[in-house]
């Protein structure tokens, strides 16, 4: 079946520090891949997605870039800010049948000190 | 205006009750769906339905019924709660087919004395 796995958190970083959070993926078919936010207490916001490969998805200064070749997506920020402080998901979803099913990472708990 | 609403956001009752957990979008999406979060932030599918009709069931205990009124709303009952049913729970929608992004509700915590 389809998988994704993060790094192992949390991962703790002072402001301004370059941030990486690692996910790679098993699929079954061609997947389209997520980054998602958590905010405390909040639902799920979408960071950014690439739907194809070698696509960089961008949003909010963070980058993510669809890897085929090493079914990866890591999540990247030059510069992270204490307001970075939430959960980050790794997330992917097939078309066909499955109507989207997002399948998760284990989510990875970032906080960030002045 | 909010894109996914959900009710209560919070809900603490006994095991053994029956409760309700609503949901609906103004998006305009043909695909509505549950997730469950447990205690250690892990995000499962439960549901999906599509148009009304139920696309997905991942192996979800029969205590817990979807319905669809409409394509706007999506419900959530659960019958005969159970310690183990303590989580929270996302509704989410989107246009239908593979590759669309989902867009969340706040989430419904639910807490079993």
């Known amino acids: 079946g389809d998988s994704v796995t993060q790094m192992e958190g949390p991962v703790t970083l002072s402001e301004e520090a370059f941030l990486t959070i690692n996910c790679t993926y098993t699929?079954?078919?061609?997947?389209?891949l997520f980054w998602y936010v958590q905010y405390p207490g909040e639902g799920l916001q979408l960071l950014l997605k690439?739907?194809?490969?070698?696509d960089k998805g961008s949003n909010k200064g963070f980058e993510a870039t669809y890897r085929k070749e090493t079914t990866s997506f890591h999540l990247e920020k030059g510069s992270v800010q204490v307001s970075d402080s939430a959960v980050y998901f790794c997330?992917?979803?097939?078309?066909?049948?499955?109507?989207?099913?997002?399948?998760f990472g284990q989510g990875t708990i970032l906080t960030v000190h002045p | 205006d909010t894109a996914v609403s959900q009710t209560p956001k919070y809900l603490v009752t006994q095991m053994g009750n029956d409760k309700s957990i609503k949901c609906e979008q103004n998006?305009?999406?043909?695909?509505m769906y549950w997730y469950k979060q447990d205690s250690k932030k892990f995000l499962k599918i439960m549901f999906s339905?599509?148009?009304?009709?139920?696309?997905i069931n991942e192996t979800v205990p029969n205590r817990f019924s979807p319905k669809s009124p409409d394509k706007a709303h999506l419900n959530l009952h659960i019958n005969s709660l159970e310690l183990g049913d303590s989580a929270v729970y996302f509704c989410?929608?989107?246009?239908?087919?593979?590759?669309?992004?989902?867009?969340f509700g706040d989430g419904t915590r639910l807490s079993i004395l």
């Open positions: 339905y599509n148009n009304k009709e139920l696309i």
């Open positions: 997330a992917l979803t097939i078309g066909g049948t499955s109507y989207g099913k997002l399948t």
């Open positions: 998006l305009g999406h043909d695909t």
């Open positions: 690439a739907t194809k490969a070698d």
């Open positions: 699929a079954t078919g061609y997947p389209s």
């Open positions: 989410a929608s989107s246009k239908a087919g593979g590759g669309q992004p989902q867009h």
